[in-house]
């Protein structure tokens, strides 16, 4: 644990000098042989409006307008000095308001949390939910050069990483939780400025083995291996990699978790806790227990 914290810090401290893309470029994606997905991400601007403040922190809405797919909410808590920022994507059906007790308690121990109201997760911000629809909407847009869904959600959380980096200067993580910890996956890859990925609850889509196993070949296995965690986890190394899952999963086995985590390059750690499926407060626990040991902040 503390080699892999002390790697952690000293990244940490190093993306806060990477660069990214230059903001002057067209927005444009591309799929290489292999399935990798590179994004010049769309321009957004910003609408925050105020929730609350008080002498710890301060809630907000923020929207992220875009010519590409339409707006995208968020919800930030924010200390006055925060010492690092988390990008928080939400499994399917999860809800800003399930977090209230958790961006609270992240603030209180100094980090700001930032929940991504995703593209098709039946919240405020539009889109198909990820499923049999939105897959053959998507490769319908990517055979014709057009921005697929899960291509924008992605660059979605790059700019939710870029808002929180220039506003407070600190290093963010994506983190995810179920579908949420897929998308995250492929984000903290696709984008180099993020410090590190946890993925909670996760695992492949299975995608790219259905299409092997139906007989596809071409771009439809090109396609479904953009969408996939596997195809990029190894690229988020020097990065740190946290994995969480339960062996009591019912909803995504266990195994399956473990499979994904061997695919990725250290530093990377696995981590069993207790429960079912999801984020809960023993994962609270244990992050912030590491946060702490990397910027003295409390739990």
């Known amino acids: 644990m503390r080699t892999f914290i002390a790697i952690v810090c000293f990244l940490f401290t190093a993306v806060l000098l990477a660069g ?46 875009s010519d590409e797919g339409g ?3 968020t919800y930030l808590a924010v200390p006055k000095n925060p010492a690092a920022a988390f990008v ?37 911000t539009n889109g198909l939910p990820f499923g049999q629809q939105l897959i053959q909407s998507d490769y319908t847009r990517f055979e014709n050069g057009e921005w697929p869904q899960y291509y924008l959600t992605v660059c979605d959380l790059s700019s939710a990483r870029a808002y929180l980096s220039d506003h407070y200067h600190v290093p963010v993580v994506v983190m995810g939780s179920s579908n949420g910890g897929r998308y995250a996956a492929v984000a903290a890859a696709v984008d180099p400025a993020f410090a590190g990925y946890i993925g909670i609850s996760t695992s492949d889509w299975g ?10 070949i071409g771009d439809p296995l090109r396609f479904a291996s953009s969408l996939e965690p596997s195809t990029y986890i190894a690229g988020i190394s020097p990065r ?35 429960g079912t499926h999801g ?18 902040t409390r739990g």
Not at 24 to 31: A, D, G, L, M, T
């Open 207 to 216: 995608l790219l083995n259905s299409a092997k196993g139906e007989g596809y």
């Open 240 to 274: 740190p990699v946290w994995m969480f899952h339960a062996r009591a999963d019912p909803i995504i086995p266990f195994e399956n978790g473990e499979q994904l985590f061997r695919l990725a390059e250290e530093p990377k750690m696995f981590t069993e806790f207790n």
């Open 88 to 124: 928080y994507v939400p499994g399917a059906g999860e809800t800003p308001s399930a977090h209230a007790d958790r961006m609270v308690r992240y603030t209180r121990a100094g980090y700001a949390f930032l929940y991504v109201d995703i593209r098709g997760n039946n919240g405020e």
């Open 20 to 65: 990214c893309s230059s903001t002057q470029e067209k927005p444009s994606w591309s799929v290489d042989s292999t399935g990798h997905l590179t994004a010049v991400c769309p321009r957004v601007t910003t609408t925050e409006d105020i929730l609350g403040t008080n002498d710890t922190y301060t809630r907000s809405r923020i929207v992220f307008h």
């Open 279 to 296: 984020i809960n407060p023993e994962v609270d626990d244990r992050i912030l227990s590491a946060e702490a040991q990397i910027y003295g």
């Open 71 to 73: 707006d995208v909410v």
